[in-house]
């Protein structure tokens, strides 16, 4: 009869010690308290030990000892938010920095509904804290709040519009007053749609800029993502109506703004500069390749989950300052790539 292998045998603390040349009490130690406590020199020798023989912790039974799972989940939008996925990998890589293992979790539902069900996780006892990447009521009812930590992260409204710090349209300010700077008097915003907040708060932000520089505006077009509406507000511009800045809500409709001023034989950027936002990847290849705005959603996502590890241990929250929104100045501005 074939005799069956026996399964590997699972790689123990005593393993690590002996490699690490330290007592199973160290190194016990080292997991239970994420090396607070144990000199430097010692934490190294532990960590390449652990490193060299593959070692993962049983969350179980470290679980029914200390009541710390090692775990923390992240709630994440139905359907598709590009930076939504890029926040995860920010927020996945400051969780496994600190020693944590994360779980992504998935659910559907209102926002009421999502808190709800965010709330029965939080009490599962699965998870040290929980990640919420979209969002939540502050108080669902007929519900206590848990003793696991949530964080709600920059937000997502139920139709995956970016809101609160993703929709913070400081850069163009900065955008309106670096082309003022350059002798530019007269813009054109072409506006995103309404409905989303983002598009709200830049239009909301080059108008104020504008009148703040005391700069003359030719008016707000479009309020919709058509690259259609974009490419027609630039050939429907009136010749007396000399515009030399257009500011467009998102990187298509700053192709196709450029598109219009081809086809109206201006040439970008010497007769009109034109900006995005986005940085779709695209637009570094056009030819002029775009100015516009790169968000870094995965320091969005390192943020998050460092406020929530801080909330885990019982920590003070970390100050976090700077934004997370660069202007990427290129040729359709005059700047050299």
């Known amino acids: ?145 848990p003793p696991t930590p949530i964080v709600v992260a920059a937000e997502y409204d139920e139709e995956l519009r970016a809101m609160g710090e993703l929709a913070d349209a400081t850069p163009i300010a900065e955008i309106i007053e670096g082309l003022a700077s350059a002798g530019h008097r007269t813009f054109l915003h072409v506006a995103g749609d309404r409905d989303y907040p983002t598009a709200r708060s830049r239009e909301r932000v080059y108008l104020e800029t504008v009148q703040r520089l005391g700069l003359h505006s030719a008016g707000v077009v479009g309020g919709d993502w058509s690259p259609e509406t974009s490419r027609r507000a630039i050939l429907d511009l009136p010749a007396a109506e000399r515009v030399t800045a257009v500011i467009a809500a998102n990187d298509i409709l700053a192709a196709a703004a450029v598109r219009g001023a081809h086809e109206r034989g201006w040439r970008v950027p010497d007769d009109m500069v034109i900006t995005g936002w986005d940085n779709n990847p695209v637009g570094a290849w056009l030819f002029p390749a775009l100015t516009t705005v790169e968000v870094d959603y995965e320091e969005l996502g390192r943020r998050a989950m460092h406020r929530l590890v801080a909330l885990v241990r019982g920590e003070a929250p970390p100050e976090q300052n700077g934004l997370v929104a660069t202007v990427l100045w290129r040729r359709s501005t005059g700047h050299s790539d």
């Open 1 to 145: 009869m074939p005799t069956s292998t026996p399964p590997p045998r699972r790689t123990t603390i005593y393993d690590i010690a002996r490699i690490a040349g330290v007592s199973h009490t160290t190194v016990s130690r080292y997991l239970r308290f994420d090396g607070q406590g144990v000199r430097d020199a010692t934490k190294e020798a532990i960590s390449a030990a652990i490193d060299e023989l593959g070692y993962r912790p049983n969350l179980a039974a470290r679980a029914m000892r200390t009541r710390r799972t090692g775990r923390l989940a992240i709630l994440l939008p139905a359907g598709q938010a590009a930076g939504a996925v890029r926040m995860l990998v920010g927020a996945t890589e400051k969780a496994h920095a600190h020693g944590y293992q994360i779980e992504g979790v998935t659910l559907d539902g209102s926002a009421e509904t999502l808190a709800v069900r965010m709330l029965e996780l939080a009490e599962s006892g699965m998870f040290e804290g929980v990640l919420s990447l979209t969002p939540l009521l502050a108080d669902p009812p007929g519900k206590a709040p």
